[in-house]
């Protein structure tokens, strides 16, 4: 089975604190993602990365980047955080494009409180 | 852009019926739409992936459909039960492949 695994299920840090998320994947896949999810928005892609060091802006990149220096590690980095931070953020992981299936695999999210 | 919009938003059954979801999708040239269920604060889980090839898929109580042509898709489950209770969502691939998330179903089945 597929794992994907992320570093925290909860997470309480102040405004301006500098956050890191981790992620990491079991199966070798090429994709990675980071979403947020909030209530009435729904998911949006923060950013996601198609191989090793190589990184695409989602649709709401502003206030976070992302580093991918192994294949199966993907962070996402809240450089100063803010309240309007305050979300779920999950990670996922696929095949690459083309492949027989590409089907998305999730992590259990970390729920992150910024105050 | 692909837009992908769920109907019912909410719905909420006596356990025992049989149910369907429903997905809406934009833009049919897809490679797969993938259906997914969320427990309250946890991750998606994986229900069923059809490819573009297929007309269905089907595990255990669940059958989901795809009309590409049409552009819609289907998550049948059989039986109801309470332990179904949760959000379903539907995904399929937009630009540049990344896929498309609905905001999803919230189920609730009642004893």
């Known amino acids: 089975d597929v794992k994907v695994t992320q570093s925290s299920r909860y997470l309480v840090k102040r405004t301006g604190e500098k956050v890191f998320l981790e992620c990491v994947q079991d199966m070798d896949h090429e994709n990675m993602f980071w979403y947020r999810q909030d209530p009435g928005l729904g998911l949006r892609l923060i950013y996601f990365s198609y191989d090793v060091k190589m990184k695409e802006k989602g649709d709401i990149p502003e206030g976070y980047s992302v580093s991918r220096e192994k294949k199966e590690r993907f962070s996402l980095i809240l450089e100063s955080a803010s309240t309007n931070q305050t979300s779920m953020y999950l990670c996922?992981?696929?095949?690459?494009?083309?492949?027989?299936?590409?089907?998305?695999?999730f992590g259990p999210g970390t729920r992150l409180t910024v105050t | 852009k692909q837009e992908v919009t769920q109907i019912p938003a909410a719905l909420s059954v006596p356990e025992g019926e049989n149910l369907v979801l429903n997905c809406s999708f934009t833009?049919?040239?897809?490679?797969?739409l993938q259906w997914f269920r969320q427990d309250p604060g946890k991750g998606l889980t994986s229900l069923l992936l059809i490819q573009s090839s297929q007309r269905e898929q089907t595990s255990g109580r669940l059958n989901a459909s795809l009309d590409k042509s049409s552009g819609r898709s289907t998550l049948y489950i059989a039986a109801s039960q309470p332990g179904d209770s949760a959000t379903y969502l539907c995904a399929v691939p937009g630009g540049s492949y990344i896929p498309t998330f609905g905001r999803g179903t919230s189920l609730i089945v009642h004893p």
């Open positions: 833009d049919s040239a897809i490679y797969n």
């Open positions: 996922a992981s696929s095949l690459r494009w083309g492949k027989a299936s590409y089907e998305q695999y």
